[in-house]
């Protein structure tokens, strides 16, 4: 938006709280805001109406959404009884009318209450006002809000006075009046406003308006112009005496400033005055900056800023951030002692004394809380002291250095057994890290003793520390809880359950989190059914930061039919009768929420899907008691292929459901890497999608779900497809719509693959559903376990990782595959992962003896001397291959010629070199 200032009179400077252009997000400069008054009937002003008000501020206007441009603005009013709703609704668009304008400005004002409201009001019969608005406008003559030789004037009383839409310029002489400037505005009466527009500024206005454009808080509209006449609607008049606070010395009900002295445990207390006042914080306080339109969050407040809350009754309904500035100082020194009420100091002449009161934190080098107590002299300590009280008094002492003594609670975050060091997140949400010595701490869990390795991350945990070293680790919960119910409500980011007790509770879902259906394969959240009284009974997997991480279905409340045949749907009484694949008879109720689905597409009505409930189609229902919870036209059948009939030339698939139908053989069949499949080549028992024909009773496509791991063997991040080959051919796959994890679950993108690794893969047909990428761990065994059914591998980085093989083992070695880890040593070099069946696939890489002869750095190769002739000589060498002797890393620069080595290959490349 532009603006223009006039040159021609100096602009006052008003306090750095004056509100910027008032007048420019209000009057003349767009934007919606919130509505003020009740116009249906008589609003209430009395103190326990406005903290009625204020107490419900962020919850009664449904029409005001979180982000709305003058939510703040709504907020405050509201808070301090300034505006109302009516219906629960602020109507910010709607125009304001003169007399709703005058009312809200004697409330500004905080007059209002001395209005006559018990008697009755007479005014001229041409100047209209609605009866309740009388006593306020009256007032207004009275308090010089309103000049009666104008707005009683013949050319002014063509029509109704109070229902006259305010103009722009009639409300900046209201702001000017109600601000107490009207000498400003006298005094820039003459002179012409500078927009484009001028001409058609009222005479009797322009003095108010350039008042306005002189305080700062008036700018033009597009192509400077003003728009003098132009209507002002409810948001843009709250916003507007809602800025306008800066520039009034009155306070107003419930509202307190100062600089906050304590902020935790839901609470904030206030400094302010000389004295303490503590206000409760809840979900629906708000919370904004001075300097911004934008809600804030609790977290983005400091202890020792400056605010303005608004609440009643200490409930704080409203915080404004007015400096974010914290008001403290910080002292250095060295800790001598610690009385009732001072910390001592050392100091060349004595100590130093510093005041402290019970709301003073004491905290260790890592931020954590201790006691008093526990700070050891000679300690090196900063101390944090207020600076708005006068006292300077002690809020925080924290030890820079020294012993650290204490007990604390928190999760685990990371374990290093072999640096012998925990990591901890504590209950205050600091990190810190501490060592144990051999045999100075007991790891435990309830009565059980633990060893280091035991332990495991997130796990909650009460540790003691003595001396800086861990003497103690209690585990006091796992890493993980169930919890049980059936869904209510299901959204992207939230579960809503009922418990067995009846209570409902709300949980976060973590990024991806787990889903489990019996007889469902590869199901997804789509595939659960949440609803008031019969949705899926489930167990919840929560996370240490009570996230879902885990949804398994336990049981399901619904009745499914899959495939029944429509025998009648009635469109006025919307009773739909089918009958089930044993031809029982069921009528289910269908209602605006019932979902509704034909050939795959959503329906947005009843109406739409009426006509194709027609007899003899063939329906999939869900339904709880009478009332259907979705009906779809079915055009397809998920379940396991039960038994084929050659003769008959007939599948028998069973459904999740327990349902069995027989249908014809398929007319095709769709199964990753067997391009011409036929039904002899789909085992009894395998997960399959059978796709309908339009008939409906005829398998067009019969999708086989499978899982094979691929290896890469091109990668376009572009275009999202890979390339794979497995030992059956090769393929593309076109990834841009297919989930991708790595191997914890955690979600990754195409370019977090790399050509040559593996990945798993799920399919339906020829279709992936679903690829997760496969670790690949590569370097020495060092250690074997055949009986025990376990190998270590120490990769090239020094990193040792152990397998298990819990689901068997195949071994490969110069192409020959044995299936027992007694065909390992501790000689070998190997690449291990795991299939798509958890089965471990270890490859012992190639070796062969050699002697030096020279590197080349520009082709990065490797020669070696020939014995005869036809012998191989050149090998290519891997970036970062592993070159040594023994325990000691060499450089390719350090081999000498004659050299004796071993090289190890994978894939034809050396990956290890070891100097004999």
């Keep these: 938006m532009s603006g223009q200032k006039r040159s021609k009179h100096t602009l006052r ?13 209000a009057i003349a400069f767009g934007g919606a805001g919130a509505a003020f008054a009740d116009t249906a009937a008589a609003p209430t002003t009395t103190s326990a109406a406005a903290t009625q008000t204020a107490a419900a501020a962020g919850s009664i206007f449904s029409d005001v959404k979180t982000g709305f441009w003058a939510e703040k603005h709504i907020y405050k009013l509201a808070s301090q009884g300034i505006v109302v709703g009516n219906n629960g609704l602020f109507r910010p668009g709607d125009s304001v009318t003169q007399q709703e304008a005058v009312l809200m400005a004697l409330r500004f004002m905080k ?22 608005y009388k006593p306020y406008v009256v007032l207004a003559f009275q308090s010089g809000l309103l000049d009666k030789t104008v707005e009683m004037a013949a050319d002014n009383l063509k029509t109704s006075w109070g229902e006259r839409k305010a103009s722009r310029e009639w409300v900046a002489e209201l702001l000017i009046r109600a601000l107490g400037k009207s000498s400003e505005a006298a005094a820039a009466a003459s002179e012409p406003t500078g927009f484009a527009d001028d001409a058609k500024v009222s005479a009797n206005k322009r003095g108010y308006i350039n008042a306005a454009v002189d305080l700062g808080l008036a700018n033009g509209l597009d192509g400077n112009r003003f728009d003098p006449q132009g209507a002002v609607t409810r948001a843009q008049l709250a916003t507007f005496f809602s800025r306008a606070e800066a520039h009034n010395s009155l306070q107003y009900d419930n509202t307190v400033s100062g600089t906050i002295s304590a902020l935790k445990d839901g609470k904030l207390t206030l400094y302010s005055n000389g004295t303490n006042a503590t206000y409760n914080l809840s979900a629906s306080t708000a919370y904004f900056t001075s300097a911004s339109e934008a809600r804030i969050g609790l977290n983005d407040i400091q202890p020792y800023t400056k605010v303005t809350v608004i609440g009643a009754t200490y409930n704080a309904v409203y915080v404004e951030l007015t400096n974010p500035v914290q008001q403290i100082e910080n002292a250095e020194g060295t800790f001598a002692k610690v009385t009732p009420g001072v910390i001592w100091v050392d100091s060349p002449t004595g100590y130093d004394q510093y005041s402290y009161d019970e709301n003073t934190v004491f905290v260790d080098v890592n931020d954590a809380v201790i006691n008093a107590s526990s700070v050891t002299a000679g300690s090196k300590i900063k101390l944090t002291r207020e600076t708005y009280s006068g006292s300077r008094k002690v809020v925080k002492l924290q030890v820079t250095s020294g012993i650290v003594n204490k007990t604390a609670s928190g999760t685990i975050q990371s374990l290093d057994i072999a640096g012998k060091k925990i990591t901890f997140k504590n209950t205050a ?19 059980a003793v633990l060893q280091p390795a035991d332990l495991k991350t997130n796990s909650a945990v009460k540790y003691t520390v003595k001396n800086n070293i861990l003497t103690a680790v209690e585990v006091t919960s796992a890493a993980e809880r169930t919890v049980s119910g059936y869904i209510m409500e299901l959204t992207g980011s939230t579960i809503v359950y009922k418990k067995s007790d009846g209570t409902r509770e709300v949980k976060l879902l973590a990024a991806s989190p787990a889903i489990v259906i019996p007889n469902v394969t590869s199901p997804a959240a789509a595939d659960l059914i949440a609803d008031a009284t019969g949705g899926d009974n489930v167990q919840l997997t929560l996370n240490s930061s009570d996230q879902v991480t885990k949804i398994e279905v336990t049981s399901r409340q619904i009745e499914q039919y899959s495939g029944a045949t429509v025998v009648a749907y009635n469109a006025k009484t919307q009773l739909l009768t089918f009958t089930d694949s044993s031809s029982k008879a069921h009528v289910v109720q269908l209602n605006a929420s019932t979902k509704l689905a034909y050939d795959g597409v959503t329906a947005p009505t009843l109406a739409g899907i009426a ?156 279709t992936p559903v679903s690829i997760q990428s496969v670790k690949l761990s590569s370097g020495q065994v060092a250690a074997v376990d055949a009986a025990a059914g376990t190998l270590t591998v120490k990769d090239y980085t020094g990193t040792s990782q152990t397998f298990t093989a819990g689901s068997g083992v195949r071994v490969v070695r110069d192409g020959v595959t044995t299936t027992s880890l007694g065909n390992v040593t ?42 005869t002739l036809n012998d191989v000589y050149r090998y290519t060498l891997a970036p970062n291959v592993y070159i040594h002797q023994g325990d000691t890393t060499l450089s390719v620069q350090s081999l000498k010629e004659n050299d004796n080595i071993i090289m190890y290959f994978n894939n034809d490349v050396v990956v290890e070199i070891v100097k004999q």
């Design 13 to 25: 400077a008003y306090s750095a709280q004056a509100a910027s252009a008032v007048l420019a997000g």
């Design 111 to 132: 007059l209002q209450n001395n209005a006559d409201t018990t008697t009755d009001v007479v005014l001229p019969s041409n100047f209209q006002v609605n009866n309740y």
């Design 429 to 447: 949400g600091t990190v810190e890290t501490f060592s144990w010595e051999d045999g100075s701490t007991l790891f435990s869990s309830q009565s």
């Design 611 to 766: 006509a194709r409930l027609t007899e003899g189609r063939k329906v999939d229902v869900n339904a709880v008691g009478d009332r259907a919870l979705s009906v779809e036209s079915t055009t397809k059948y998920s379940g396991t292929l039960a038994s084929v009939n050659a003769t008959a030339r007939t599948v028998v698939l069973k459904l999740a459901n327990g349902q069995s139908l027989t249908l014809p053989y398929p007319q095709s069949i769709d199964y990753f890497g067997r391009a011409s499949a036929t039904i002899a080549d789909v085992a009894i028992n395998s997960q399959v999608t059978a796709v309908l024909a339009g008939s409906q009773d005829v398998i067009s496509v019969l999708r086989v779900q499978s899982a094979a791991q691929l290896e890469i063997t091109t990668l376009n991040s572009t275009a999202n497809k890979l390339g794979v080959k497995w030992s059956g051919g090769t393929s593309e796959l076109y990834t841009l719509t297919v989930p991708m994890t790595n191997e914890a679950g955690q979600i990754i993108s195409i370019s977090d693959l790399k050509v040559g690794g593996f990945i798993n893969v799920k399919f339906d047909g020829s």
């Design 826 to 867: 501790t000689a070998d070099r190997v690449e291990v992962r795991k299939d798509s069946d958890g089965v471990v696939l270890i490859r012992v890489l190639t070796q062969l003896s050699k002697v030096f002869s020279r590197a080349d750095a520009a082709t990065n190769e490797l020669q070696v001397k020939r014995t």
